[in-house]
């Protein structure tokens, strides 16, 4: 198991940037396949962004060229840099991690066993 902790969500005005990070606490985080959903009170959560343990990654199309996931393994610590940020993409904003995996099962949340408590990211327009 694995404890996650998000930061730096906050309210920014669209065109804007935000960088959200996630420490994972416990041990081999380097073995662990991270990934970023996201969910409004209308919406079942979805897929944002993952990398793999071996560093592959993977974004949703609406998120595609405007965000970028990337880990630290040395500070246990996965980061999802946000810029021209829209008001669609005001949500909450989870991380979550899974041991190992591969590049095709990434963007399934029931592939994960352990999920943070969350971020909000407010996006005004």
């Known amino acids: 198991q694995v404890q996650l902790v998000e930061s730096g969500g906050g309210l920014v005005q669209a065109g804007g940037s935000l960088r959200l990070s996630c420490a994972a606490s416990g041990r081999s985080f380097s073995r662990f396949g991270m990934g970023w959903f996201r969910q409004t009170p209308a919406e079942a959560r979805e897929f944002v962004a993952g990398?793999?343990?071996?560093?592959?990654?993977l974004y949703a199309d609406s998120v595609k060229d405007r965000f970028t996931i990337s880990r630290d393994n040395v500070k246990n610590t996965v980061y999802l840099q946000m810029n021209s940020l829209k008001s669609e993409d005001t949500a909450v904003y989870y991380c979550?991690?899974?041991?190992?995996?591969?590049?095709?099962?990434?963007?399934?949340?029931?592939?994960?066993?352990?999920w943070g408590q969350g971020t909000q990211v407010t996006v005004s327009s």
């Open positions: 990398i793999t343990w071996t560093g592959s990654t």
């Open positions: 979550a991690a899974r041991v190992f995996g591969t590049i095709s099962t990434i963007r399934h949340p029931g592939e994960y066993d352990n």
